[in-house]
């Protein structure tokens, strides 16, 4: 292999979600050289399977588009290794999810603020840099969002019967209707926002990288894979990589890693920074000993709760091959129909006990049913309803197995292994069973498809979530925000440092403490657009102390 050296001021390690924003935030002044290295392929305008809404179950397990990560046996889920899709593109995962944005309930973000150390990322702190990446052209006039953005979302539309027939019977069943789930009251069900503009799936690269990447101070190389951070004296000085069969070498003043909750931890641990025992053991020479590098991984589980329809309003139908032709060639063409939907256009959040003080279960509702790999329900028409717990007290752990940058490391997610996260499954299947049984849904309802009738008592249920659940895809945690009294910290939240080492900051999914209310990907956009701030040493925007909707026992009625 050559060896060639390359000089840079910053070195940002992943062009994914939080990558495109600094991307462009960093070098917006001008000043600095800023490198991207992403290790996946370019973002083309005319690849279908990323552009395409619809197409979404396609990239999954594709690994051209997918790093096609795995958990360990999970103990207590039969021994099941879970599938994790990764993006392996510019713009990351967010080229290849389902585009859902979601904010999370700002007593998430008060959770957040509430751990030492963590003050300034309360809501009053986070929700500015939430207005600032948006445009949320489905409340214009909202106070509490915002209208000038790089981000543009598409408030559902949910034109189709099912979905009103699902609103209507979540009201019937005594749970709040709600205007925007991103906004005032979280609780409820209505349409929801979704990453998708003009009928294209809007990634974080075509958002963020794609308007200024002819800036001359900007690089975004993509087939760069990076094996290793390189540390001296307590301080990263670049990273190593390769690139079309060669090795190359960067010197950078700072190296931010943002590779997400799997590869940046991997990265540390590789570099030295981790349990320092752990490291020995693989040959590894400890640089900094912080036992919380891999520790407190956390995610969503769901599972699909499949119905039949007896009436021919579902978009079932599309599923069908023949079909696929003539509904993407209408897209090619205008944009519009069936492809131009990831069909992901309502739901809900409800509180599954009097115990919780926010809502502690997401609803999806699709007016189909299909699996994320594609199998589709066997009915001519049918919906299905996305549903699991958003806050779980389960923690898993990422460790490397060896120093080979390009084996995937070690994960268990330790699902249903605690007894609320177990109580709070068994209640995830009663209140979705409550709702689609109500009256304005038993127009449309031909019976329980999955898990069935069959599928009745606590264990019954549990034994189904064991042997059917998925990911939802939120992986995040594993080298979370706090300050170096906690031993378990691994990023400084006011600098995004690396405790313990100069020049390399962590800005990604694994630096959030706890896993949001919902889907991860607007979070981690916020916390990149903060970060770039706090990297940049600008003033922050003024906290907003706006008021949010706080639950009050019989204190609203339907």
């Not at 598409?154 to 991103?182: K, Q």
């Not at 000993?289 to 039949?308: K, S």
Request: with cysteine.
């Amino acid at each position: 292999m050559n060896t060639s050296v390359q000089n840079f001021d910053m070195v940002i390690v992943g062009g994914g979600s939080a990558g495109s924003v600094l991307a462009n935030r960093l070098s917006a002044d001008g000043q600095r050289k800023v490198l991207v290295l992403e290790a996946g392929r370019k973002d083309s305008w005319w690849d279908l399977l990323v552009q395409m809404p619809a197409a979404l179950m396609f990239p999954a397990g594709n690994k051209a588009y997918d790093w096609a990560y795995q958990s360990d046996p999970e103990p207590f889920m039969g021994g099941r290794r879970v599938k994790h899709a990764r993006g392996k593109l510019l713009g990351g995962s967010s080229s290849i999810n389902g585009m859902i944005f979601q904010r999370g309930n700002p007593m998430d973000y008060e959770r957040w603020g509430a751990d030492p150390g963590m003050q300034s990322w309360d809501f009053e702190h986070c929700l500015p840099y939430f207005k600032r990446l948006e445009t949320a052209t489905g409340s214009p006039n909202d106070p509490m969002r915002g209208q000038d953005g790089p981000l543009v979302m598409r408030r559902g539309p949910a034109s189709n019967p099912l979905f009103e027939a699902f609103f209507s019977s979540a009201a019937e069943a005594g749970y709040l209707r709600t205007d925007d789930v991103n906004g005032y009251r979280q609780e409820g069900f209505g349409p929801f926002d979704s990453n998708i503009h003009r009928g294209r799936r809007l990634n974080a690269a075509r958002a963020y990288i794609a308007p200024v990447r002819r800036r001359p101070n900007l690089t975004v190389l993509t087939r760069a894979f990076v094996t290793g951070v390189r540390i001296d004296k307590g301080r990263a000085t670049g990273v190593s990589y390769t690139r079309h069969g060669k090795a190359y070498q960067v010197n950078a003043g700072e190296v931010i890693l943002c590779g997400g909750a799997i590869n940046t931890p991997q990265l540390l641990q590789l570099a030295g920074i981790g349990e320092a025992d752990h490291l020995r053991s693989l040959g590894i020479s400890p640089t900094v000993n912080l036992p919380g590098v891999g520790e407190n991984l956390q995610d969503h589980l769901e599972v699909y709760i499949q119905h039949g329809c007896p009436q021919p309003v579902s978009e079932q139908p599309s599923l069908d091959l023949w079909r696929m032709p003539f509904i993407g060639a209408q897209w090619m063409l205008s944009r519009t129909g069936s492809a131009a939907s990831n069909h992901f256009e309502g739901g809900g959040f409800a509180r599954s006990n009097d115990e919780v003080s926010y809502p502690n279960l997401m609803f999806h509702f699709l007016p189909l049913a299909v699996r994320y790999d594609g199998k589709k329900a066997e009915t001519r028409h049918g919906f299905q309803l996305h549903v699991g717990p958003m806050y779980s007290d389960s923690r898993g752990k990422l460790r490397i197995r060896s120093a080979d940058p390009r084996q995937h490391p070690s994960m268990v997610f330790n699902y249903l292994s605690t007894e609320q996260d177990r109580r709070e499954w068994v209640e995830a299947i009663q209140v979705s069973r409550e709702i689609l049984s109500q009256p304005a849904m038993r127009p449309y309802n031909s019976g329980e498809l999955s898990p069935g009738p069959q599928v009745r008592t606590d264990k019954e249920i549990l034994d189904w979530v064991a042997r059917d659940a998925e990911t939802a895809l939120h992986p995040c945690g594993t080298a979370k925000m706090g300050p170096d009294t906690d031993r378990h910290a691994v990023v400084d939240p006011l600098t995004m440092q690396v405790h313990g080492v100069q020049g390399l900051r962590v800005v990604d999914a694994s630096a959030m403490p706890y896993v949001t209310n919902g889907n991860i990907y607007a979070p981690v956009m916020m916390l990149a657009e903060k970060a770039a701030d706090l990297i940049l040493g600008v003033e922050p925007p003024l906290a907003e102390a706006v008021d949010f909707y706080r639950y009050q026992p019989q204190s609203e009625t339907i």
